[in-house]
Structure formats: structure tokens, C-alpha cells
């Protein structure tokens, strides 16, 4: 069916009804005469023929703008700086030389019972490692000082002796951890690796409820990172393998235990079961030469002899091959052969 | 126990076929009379070919190592039909002397596959020393277990699977009779006279008078 002459036709409606639509326009005295009022009075939408608006009176006061002072600098730079930063007394204890025990905690966040069982914890693994472990204890909340940079202080204090791991440890934050080698560490272990000891570190204390526990566990696993790149230092490519362990996260660190638990079961019963199997196949081995070198005998009875037959006279079965469609169960019932031939 | 000629059952120790008359006189007449010599393994009908023969000498040679009281042969040629298939076998094991075989084995513990070339069948028999052991019924699993080769036209095959489901079958035989020998016993004992039961009565009696004298 032809569509295009209806098409015209509408669209030719449409333009004629377009051009008779136009819009009504004011006369200029009709629309003085609505703004003094004197035509026809209040009517609905009246206001939107006025330039101004109709309730706002011209001698009604206006208020004064308010006398604010403008901010003075001091202001605007103790807006700049965070809220609860290190206090400015401990800064010379942190950041001012090389500590000399390997918790430093100046402003006693942890109670003397913790610190004593940190630093402990902290000798025992300078004790069994050849990099020392220093711990810098910060509040969950507060930052370190702008003015200090902590690969300048890396290099000022720990350019020399041990090699070192700093940390920059925040109570119940552990996620804001930070993490700085000495200069002879960082040069053999790589960026990402530094961050993967970091994150296993960290994964494992935010596992943790308590603060103190948090610690605890970032300690154990750092001291463990710690150890496998000293190995890694020694050189040892199945140790640098083992350093590049993917980052932990909590279904691998769970899988991982069940391995451990798994490997020390085997450990444990390994050989016991490996030589019960062995005993078993043995045994199994055993057997079966046995029975292939078995001998089967038969109790001898003395029988009649028949059909005058003087050794044998055990007639058995007679089947025949001589076509498929004779099965060897059509042929279980032994006949002789004249009823064969019936 | 059959009859190998009519296959009637026959009793124990019948000296002829009580149906037929069937005795070894008979059979004698049909394949002689004299003891003739043979080897445990005689192709005749030529269904072995040369390069199958160790596998079933291999694979008579191990039921005769396991079964040291007992020896399979095997024999195969033409025999005219199915019942002188049976009578063949009855007549070889007893005229036969199967010169392989040791002398400490008689043809009382011989088993004979015989296959006729001819008819297309087979059928086993077996000496006096298997008849508490052997059933017409195992013989037919036997030679059912090797019916699929023969009918393939595989005779190596189907000796070789027929003497395995055998040594299978006596093995267990074998086992159930060092645990239960009077069962196997009961199965050939001498069949009882028929004034064997008044005479005991008599003689026991007499027993008894003889006791009371004294």
C-alpha cells in the first residue's frame, strides 16, 4: 500500500495549523491600563505582567551585611595541620638518632608489661636474625610530622651497623603500617616484595580483635618475613621462591595451615603408613606367587569301575560350534544324538 | 554318570549301559581293540596351527603343574559325530597311553578335550580319579567359555580359555574337598546291595546273641 500521499497530507495539515497558531499580543495601552489596575481588576496571573514583584515595597528596609573578619594566617595554616599529631616533645626520641633498644614507644602507648614482652620478642629475633627488627609505636590516630621524611631517617641512622626493618607501627591501625629497610635490605629486596611482607604482615593483625593482639601478630609474622629475606639476602633462589610467595589473604593463610597441618601428619605417620603399604604389597605380592606356584590335590576314593572302562568312564559335556544360532545355552540339556536327528 | 553313547543315566558302577548295552567292548570295535600310544596334545584335525602350539602346551603344562595328580590332553580330528565325539574320548582314555605324561600319572586323573574337525564340536572326559569332582555340568562351562573362539574359528584360543575355566573350577573343587572331604567322598561310594540292609540287621543280631553268650 502507497503510504507518501497521506504522509503529504499531514504534513501539509500540520504546517497550515502551525502558521494559524500564532500567538496573542498585548497593545501597549491595554497592558498600561492592567498595570494601575484600571482594567478589570485582580485577576489570576496578573504578577507576571509587572516588571517587578507587586508585594515588595521600596521603603522597606534592608539588613546590613555582617561584620566578619577575614581569617589571618596563623588561622589558615593551623587549619592545614592534622589534629592529633606526635607531640613535638617525643620527636627527638623517634626521629633523632638511632634508637637504641628496638621498641621505641616514647610516649608509653603500651603498658610497661607489653613493652617489656615486645622488646623481648624484638631481642629474640635480633637474637636468631641477622636483620634487627626496630618497632616505632604510634597512636591509631596520629600522623607522623611533615618535617620528617622516613627515607632521610633510613639513611641517616640506619646507613651503618646491622642491617634493620623500621616500623612505623599505629595501635589498631595497622592497615596505616609502614614499613622502611636499611639501605643494604632494600637494595636486594624489591619494592613489591617489601610490600608483600608489609601486607602479609598487616592481613594478619587486622585478623585480630584487640589492639595489643594485633601487634602481636603483625610482630610474629614480620619477624617470619623478616627471616625469609635474609635468606633471600644468602642467595638462595629456593628462597627467593619462597619470599615471592603470593600476598596473603585470609582463605590462603587457612589453606595454608591445613597444608602445614596436612605436611605434619605426614611427617608424623608418613613412614609408618608408607611401611604398612609396603608390608601390604608385599604381602599381596606374597600371596599371589603363592598361588601361582600352588599345587591343588585331591583326596583319591576308590570307585567302581564301569561300562567296563578301566580308567575313565566321566563322560562330560559335547557342545557344537557349528553355527551362531546355536548358542551355548541351547545346548545345556545333553541328548544323544538319534533324538537329535528325530 | 552318562552312558557316552545314548547319554542315559547310568548307575555307578553298572558294567553296561542298562538303556543301550553300551560297554567298552563296543567302542573297542569301533576304534580298535589294541592300546595305542599318544601324546597329551594330538592335532589330527589340523585346527592348531604350528606357531598357536606352544600357547596350549604352555597352557597344559600349568594345569599339570598345579594339579600334579592330574593331566589335560587334547585331541582333535574326525570322529564322524557327536556321540562317536564321546565315545572316542571314553575309548582313548582307556585304550590310550599318552606317552608325555608320567607314569605316576595314570589315565584315572586324565581330563580329554576332544574336538571333532568334522561335526564342529567338542566335548570332555575325564578319568575315574575326577569323578567326585567333575560334573557333566562344569565340563559344559568349560567348553561354553570357549564356544565364542571356536565358533571364530580361534581353536587355540578357545583350548586355552576352556583349560583356564577348568583349573578355575578345580581349584575350588580342591579347596572344598580338603574342607569337607565326605562330601566328595558320599558322591562315589559303593552303591549299597539290595539285601545289604536285612543282612546287616541279620548279622547284627547275631553280633549281639554272640556278645550276650559271652
Not at chain 2, 571314553?90 to 571333532?116: K, Y
Not at chain 2, 567359555?145 to 573350577?169: C, F, N, P, S
Request: charged residues 25%; contains cysteine.
Amino acid at each position: 500500500m502507497n503510504r507518501w500521499p497521506f504522509l503529504i497530507f499531514a504534513a501539509l495539515t500540520t504546517v497550515a495549523f502551525a502558521q494559524e497558531a500564532t500567538l496573542p499580543e498585548w497593545d501597549e495601552s491595554d497592558r498600561a491600563a492592567v498595570r494601575k489596575g484600571e482594567k478589570g481588576g485582580f485577576f489570576p496571573g496578573s504578577f507576571l505582567l509587572t516588571d517587578e514583584r507587586p508585594w515588595v515595597q521600596a521603603d522597606e528596609p534592608q539588613p546590613e551585611p555582617l561584620a566578619v573578619p577575614a581569617p589571618t594566617p596563623d588561622e589558615i595554616a593551623g587549619d592545614l595541620q592534622p589534629e592529633n599529631q606526635v607531640p613535638e616533645s617525643c620527636w627527638a626520641t623517634y626521629f633523632a638518632q638511632r634508637p637504641d633498644g628496638f621498641l621505641v614507644d616514647p610516649q608509653k602507648l603500651l603498658k610497661p608489661e607489653q613493652q617489656a614482652a615486645r622488646l623481648q620478642f624484638l631481642k629474640d629475633h635480633a637474637g636468631d636474625s641477622t636483620i634487627d627488627f626496630y618497632l616505632y609505636v604510634f597512636d591509631g590516630s596520629q600522623s607522623i610530622p611533615g618535617e620528617v621524611r622516613a627515607e632521610e631517617l633510613i639513611e641517616r641512622c640506619f646507613q651503618s651497623g646491622r642491617p634493620a626493618a623500621v616500623v612505623f607501627y599505629f595501635l589498631g591501625s595497622p592497615e596505616r603500617t609502614e614499613l622502611r629497610l636499611s639501605p643494604a635490605i632494600a637494595d636486594v629486596v624489591s619494592p613489591l616484595e617489601q610490600r608483600r611482607s608489609l601486607q602479609s604482615s598487616v592481613t594478619l593483625a587486622t585478623e585480630k580483635s584487640g589492639k595489643i593482639e594485633q601487634l602481636e601478630a603483625f610482630c610474629q609474622q614480620m619477624s617470619i618475613r623478616l627471616y625469609w629475606v635474609e635468606r633471600l639476602m644468602k642467595g638462595d633462589p629456593e628462597n627467593i621462591a619462597a619470599v615471592a610467595t603470593p600476598i596473603h589473604d585470609t582463605a590462603k593463610t587457612q589453606s595454608s595451615e591445613r597444608k602445614e597441618k596436612l605436611f605434619a601428619l605426614a611427617r608424623q605417620w608418613g613412614p609408618q603408613a608408607a611401611a604398612a603399604a609396603g608390608a601390604l604389597l608385599l604381602l599381596v605380592s606374597l600371596r599371589l606367587l603363592w598361588k601361582a606356584k600352588r599345587k591343588y590335590r585331591f583326596p583319591e576314593f576308590e570307585v567302581e569301575p564301569r561300562l567296563g572302562g578301566e580308567h575313565a568312564a566321566g563322560i562330560g559335556a559335547v557342545i557344537s560350534f557349528a553355527s551362531a544360532a546355536l548358542p551355548p545355552g541351547g545346548q545345556r540339556e545333553q541328548k544323544p544324538e538319534y533324538l537329535h536327528r528325530a | 554318570m552318562k552312558c557316552p553313547r545314548c547319554v542315559q543315566k547310568i548307575h555307578r558302577a553298572a558294567d553296561g549301559c542298562p538303556h543301550c548295552g553300551f560297554s567298552l567292548a563296543n567302542v573297542k570295535v569301533l576304534f580298535g581293540g589294541a592300546e595305542v600310544r599318544a601324546r597329551s596334545l594330538t592335532d589330527a584335525g589340523g585346527l592348531i596351527r604350528l606357531d598357536d602350539r606352544p600357547k596350549v602346551e604352555k597352557a597344559m603344562a600349568r594345569f599339570n603343574r598345579r594339579f600334579p595328580q592330574l593331566f589335560v590332553a587334547v585331541h582333535t580330528g574326525s570322529f564322524r559325530g557327536v556321540a562317536n565325539l564321546r565315545q572316542f574320548g571314553f575309548w582313548l582314555l582307556n585304550q590310550g597311553a599318552f606317552e608325555d605324561v608320567p607314569l605316576v600319572n595314570p589315565n584315572e586323573g586324565g581330563i580329554l578335550l576332544t574336538i571333532d574337525a568334522e561335526s564342529k564340536s567338542a566335548g570332555i572326559t575325564f578319568g575315574y580319579r575326577l569323578d567326585a569332582f567333575l560334573t557333566e555340568e562344569d565340563t559344559f562351562l568349560c567348553l561354553s567359555r570357549a564356544h565364542a573362539y571356536w565358533l571364530e574359528g580361534r581353536y587355540t584360543d578357545g583350548i586355552v580359555r576352556a583349560i583356564a575355566q577348568l583349573e578355575k573350577i578345580l581349584i575350588k573343587r580342591s579347596r572344598q574337598a580338603w574342607w569337607n572331604p565326605k562330601k566328595f567322598a558320599r558322591r562315589v561310594a559303593k552303591p549299597a546291595q539290595p539285601d545289604a540292609g536285612p543282612r546287616k540287621m541279620r548279622e547284627g543280631h547275631r553280633e549281639l546273641r554272640k556278645e550276650a553268650k559271652r
